[in-house]
């Protein structure tokens, strides 16, 4: 059972324009967001997170927004760059305490376009 | 600069040949984490140390154990590799959940081929 589910294994956009990466949850437990972004031959990098508390989060080019009632959250990248083609992985976690564990979703591969 | 690593980066074992994948961090974190990842698929979570506590996933198999001697190394022993564990497995590192929002920091994998 897919807690995590990142419906769009790939995605490509054009350099300059507005990436947009989905993904859903089914966990009403989960109160804390993560987006992970992953180069071939390195491990996944820690990008950017939201709690559960807010509905958005902005930092730099990168925006999470929190949908809790849908259970939906998106990562938006503006404006996409080259080295921005990657695999990204949406992850989530309750933060109670001694809870250290992370769920992610199968990833997207975003393609940008020059 | 305070890192994960893991080595090697790529590893052959015969199938039913033991094999063990090291995990070194720098970062004197408190938990360390061993995931599994198949091509296409979420990374899948195995096991984790939280200090001296181990804790396994209650899927995990029999045939997947884990060292951690110190803080700063972590052991995968994988004790008789099947085809089916040709896998990355990716080790990573947390600070106490409390204070870390449960941020992990990864290593590069180590990419295991079973012949």
Same mark, same amino acid.
């Given at each position: 059972d897919q807690q995590v589910k990142q419906n769009s294994p790939s995605l490509s956009v054009q350099e300059g324009r507005i990436s947009i990466l989905n993904c859903d949850y089914t966990n009403s437990m989960f109160?804390? /967001? @993560?987006?992970?972004?992953?180069?071939p031959a390195e491990g996944p990098t820690?990008?950017?997170s939201i709690s559960s508390i807010k509905d958005k989060n902005e930092?730099?080019?990168?925006?999470? /927004? @929190?949908?809790?009632?849908?259970?939906?959250?998106?990562?938006?990248?503006?404006?996409?760059?080259?080295?921005?083609s990657a695999v990204y992985f949406c992850a989530a976690t309750t933060t109670n305490f001694g809870n250290e564990k992370l769920t992610f979703g199968t990833g997207t591969r975003l393609t940008i376009i020059p | 600069d305070a890192m994960v690593i893991q080595n090697p980066r790529y590893q052959v074992t015969q199938f039913g040949k033991p094999?063990?994948?090291s995990c070194s961090q720098t970062l004197n974190h408190n938990v360390m984490y061993w995931y599994q990842q198949k091509s296409s698929q979420a990374p899948?979570?195995?096991?984790?140390?939280?200090?001296?506590?181990?804790?396994?996933?209650?899927?995990?198999?029999?045939?997947?154990?884990?060292?951690?001697?110190?803080?700063?190394?972590?052991?995968?022993?994988?004790r008789s590799p099947g085809l089916?564990?040709?896998?990355?497995?990716?080790?990573?590192t947390s600070r106490d959940p409390g204070v870390s929002k449960n941020?992990?920091?990864?290593g590069a994998g180590t990419r295991l081929s079973v012949l």
């Open positions: 109160d804390y /967001f @993560l987006w992970y972004k992953k180069y820690f990008l950017i930092d730099g080019r990168f925006t999470v /927004f @929190l949908n809790k009632s849908a259970k939906h959250l998106s990562l938006h990248i503006v404006p996409s760059q080259p080295g921005d | 094999v063990t994948l899948k979570l195995l096991f984790h140390y939280y200090d001296k506590d181990f804790n396994n996933e209650a899927d995990t198999p029999d045939n997947f154990q884990s060292r951690r001697p110190n803080t700063s190394f972590c052991f995968l022993d994988i089916g564990d040709a896998a990355m497995y990716l080790c990573a941020i992990q920091y990864f």
